[in-house]
């Protein structure tokens, strides 16, 4: 079975600096998707950033970027230019497509970033 | 363009009782799943729906059922309501194939007594 694990429960971050969140899993699957997905309060997920494991180039939007080791099962979501709008729940998630599109999510990271 | 809609958004049920969530999918998109987000998790798949049928399902007991319409739109139906079950139920649509984003409605707050 596919998991997922985010093993910073908290962040913080001070306004316009740059933070990175982590996320491992673990898969015997060679094809696969990754997602950082932002939960804030107002409870709606929302897709930040999508990585597909068959591609080496790391996925880039906007401020977010992510750094993808495939070997290591690596999988980080880097924040650039941290604007107060960015705290956040940050969930990990993993797509097998020959399982379906069902997400496994990490237990997430409440990022705070600070004035 | 109206994105997944969910209702209600806060429910307050007892033990013991049934409970119904309601889904409309975003417009154009034929693929629904639910997940259950417990306070302090990430959310854990329950089932999906496509074409009116249960084509996957998660690690959750028979209690938990859902339905599609011929429209798209969805129910999650649990019965025998446990304490447990307080959570977050949030809707997911897509369109059917893999690799299709899912985009996610408000979610439905569940507590029961």
């Known amino acids: 079975a596919q998991t997922v694990t985010q093993s910073q429960p908290e962040m913080s971050v001070q306004e316009a600096e740059t933070v990175t969140l982590s996320c491992t899993y673990d898969?015997?699957?060679?094809?696969?998707?990754l997602f950082w997905y932002k939960q804030p309060p107002s409870r709606q997920m929302i897709l930040v950033i999508r990585?597909?494991?068959?591609?080496?180039q790391n996925a880039t939007e906007n401020r977010f970027s992510v750094n993808f080791q495939k070997a290591a099962k690596s999988f980080s979501l880097k924040i650039s230019d941290s604007q107060l709008g960015d705290t956040a729940m940050y969930f990990c998630?993993?797509?097998?497509?020959?399982?379906?599109?069902?997400?496994?999510f990490g237990a997430g990271t409440i990022l705070r970033v600070k004035s | 363009d109206a994105g997944v809609t969910q209702s209600p958004t806060h429910l307050i049920k007892t033990r013991g009782q049934q409970v119904t969530l309601r889904c409309s999918p975003k417009?154009?998109?034929?693929?629904v799943s639910w997940y259950q987000q417990a306070l302090g998790q990430g959310p854990q798949f329950i089932f999906q729906?496509?074409?009116?049928?249960?084509?996957q399902r998660g690690n959750f007991p028979d209690r938990f059922s859902g339905h599609q319409f011929p429209n798209y739109s969805s129910e999650l139906n649990v019965n025998a309501l446990l304490l447990g079950d307080s959570a977050l139920y949030l809707c997911?649509?897509?369109?059917?194939?893999?690799?299709?984003?899912?985009?996610f409605g408000d979610g439905t707050r569940l507590s029961i007594l």
């Open positions: 898969t015997s699957e060679n094809n696969y998707y």
């Open positions: 997911a649509s897509s369109l059917e194939g893999n690799n299709q984003p899912q985009h």
């Open positions: 998630a993993f797509m097998n497509p020959g399982r379906g599109n069902k997400l496994v």
């Open positions: 417009s154009g998109h034929d693929t």
């Open positions: 729906y496509y074409e009116e049928e249960e084509r």
């Open positions: 990585q597909e494991a068959y591609k080496q």
